[in-house]
Nanobody
Framework: VQLQASGGGSVQAGDSLRLSCVASGRTFSDFSTGWFRQAPGKEREMVAAISRNGVTTWYTDSVKGRFTASRDNAKNTAYLQMNDLKAEDTAIYYC????????WGQGTQVTVSS
C-alpha cells in the first residue's frame, strides 16, 4: 500500500488549499489516516487525523479552526482543507496510516508567503 499526498502550492497568507491523499490497495478504510508536515530544520509532526469511518477527527492546536480533515473511503482518498493559511504552515505535507504506517510518500510542498 502506498499513500501519496498532492494539492500543495505557493499561496499568500490567508489563502486556502485542499490537499488530497490517495491510497493504493484495498486497506484504506481499515485505518485512521493522519496528516503530517515537516518544515525546514524541524521534525515531522502530525497536524490532523481522521478515524476510519471519518466520524472522529483530531487537530494540533496550531491548526484548530483552520484545517479540516475528511475522507471518502469509496475513493480511497483523504482530504485536508486548509483555510486562513499562515507563513508558519509552510512545510512538506504527508499522509500516512496511524495504526500501521507505511513507507512515507514524497509529500506535497505548501509554501505560504506573508
Amino acid at each position: 500500500v502506498q499513500l501519496q499526498a498532492s494539492g500543495g502550492g505557493s499561496v499568500q497568507a490567508g489563502d486556502s488549499l485542499r490537499l488530497s491523499c490517495v491510497a493504493s490497495g484495498r486497506t484504506f478504510s481499515d485505518f485512521s489516516t493522519g496528516w503530517f508536515r515537516q518544515a525546514p530544520g524541524k521534525e515531522r509532526e502530525m497536524v490532523a487525523a481522521i478515524s476510519r469511518n471519518g466520524v472522529t477527527t483530531w487537530y494540533t492546536d496550531s491548526v484548530k479552526g483552520r484545517f479540516t480533515a475528511s475522507r471518502d473511503n469509496a475513493k480511497n482518498t483523504a482530504y485536508l482543507q486548509m483555510n486562513d493559511l499562515k507563513a508558519e504552515d509552510t512545510a512538506i505535507y504527508y499522509c500516512n496510516f496511524i495504526e500501521r504506517p507505511v513507507a512515507w510518500g514524497q509529500g506535497t510542498q505548501v509554501t505560504v508567503s506573508s
